[in-house]
């Protein structure tokens, strides 16, 4: 499985834009690229994919690098809620998902 | 969106008890099902994966004989630790995907804690 680098943690001031990277340089040209985030004591919770075009939907946006060896997922303004562990995963068609070990966001007020 | 209720949300019991973990799909059909366990401060590792009417695959190292999985319709399976032991005692996660869309995202249950005594 192509593997992802992701920082441990990384803070955020609320009402504030947040990116956080994943890098991907060895992913293939059939690996769409993940993210799901979990909050404490819950199950993981889908937030958005693509494959070499930005996506936006109604939680996120992802940027993901012409030659799609990173990416970034951005939260436009976050909140208290979104802090969590967020996970990027490599993923083709339908194999399973396996999680690395994510960048954990504090959001301070 | 698509919903997985998984039952109960925690669970206490004797060393030596089994315990049964359900997973359902509330608003779709889930062909395939996976079973994650997640360790405090670590992060989520697959245990197996089920497909509706098969038996189940395990990754390795996973007992397969003391994580049984059942996954006998589209939208139920189960998890059975059996003979439980406090090294068992972890956060016990299911999801499910619907088989009949290609590369869409999996939806997760809220857990379940299992707390061996």
Request: hydrophobic fraction near 35%; charge should be neutral.
């Given at each position: ?19 956080l ?14 993210w799901?985030r979990?909050?404490p004591?819950?199950?993981?919770e889908?937030?958005?994919h ?6 936006n939907n109604r939680?996120?946006?992802l940027?993901?690098?012409e030659?799609r060896?990173?990416s ?6 976050a909140?208290?809620?979104d802090?969590?562990v ?14 690395g070990?994510?960048?954990?966001l504090?959001?301070?007020? | 969106?698509a919903?997985?209720s998984?039952?109960?949300s925690?669970?206490?019991c004797?060393?030596?008890t089994?315990?049964k ?5 509330l608003?779709?059909?889930a ?20 497909n ?5 695959t ?6 397969k ?7 006998a319709?589209l ?10 032991h406090?090294?068992d005692?972890?956060?016990y996660?299911?999801?499910a995907?619907d088989?009949?869309?290609?590369n869409q995202p999996q ?11």
């Amino acid at each position: 499985d192509a593997k992802t680098t992701q920082p441990n943690s990384m803070e955020s001031n609320e009402e504030e834009p947040v990116h956080l990277p994943c890098n991907h340089s060895t992913i293939s040209g059939t690996d769409y690229i993940h993210w799901y985030r979990q909050l404490p004591s819950q199950g993981p919770e889908y937030v958005i994919h693509g494959l070499t075009s930005n996506v936006n939907n109604r939680m996120a946006s992802l940027a993901i690098a012409e030659d799609r060896k990173s990416s970034t997922l951005i939260l436009h303004r976050a909140t208290l809620r979104d802090a969590a562990v967020y996970y990027c995963i490599l993923r083709t068609g339908f194999q399973k998902l396996v999680f690395g070990t994510g960048t954990r966001l504090l959001v301070s007020p | 969106g698509a919903v997985v209720s998984q039952h109960p949300s925690w669970v206490i019991c004797k060393s030596g008890t089994s315990v049964k973990i359900e997973c359902r799909s509330l608003d779709f059909q889930a062909t395939t099902m996976f079973w994650y366990r997640q360790f405090p401060k670590q992060s989520l590792m697959l245990m197996a994966t089920s497909n509706e009417g098969s038996k189940a695959t395990y990754e390795q190292g996973v007992e397969k004989d003391k994580f049984l999985i059942n996954h006998a319709s589209l939208t139920l399976s189960t998890l059975t630790v059996t003979s439980a032991h406090p090294e068992d005692s972890s956060f016990y996660i299911c999801s499910a995907r619907d088989g009949q869309l290609y590369n869409q995202p999996q939806h997760f249950g809220d857990g379940t804690r299992l707390s061996i005594l």
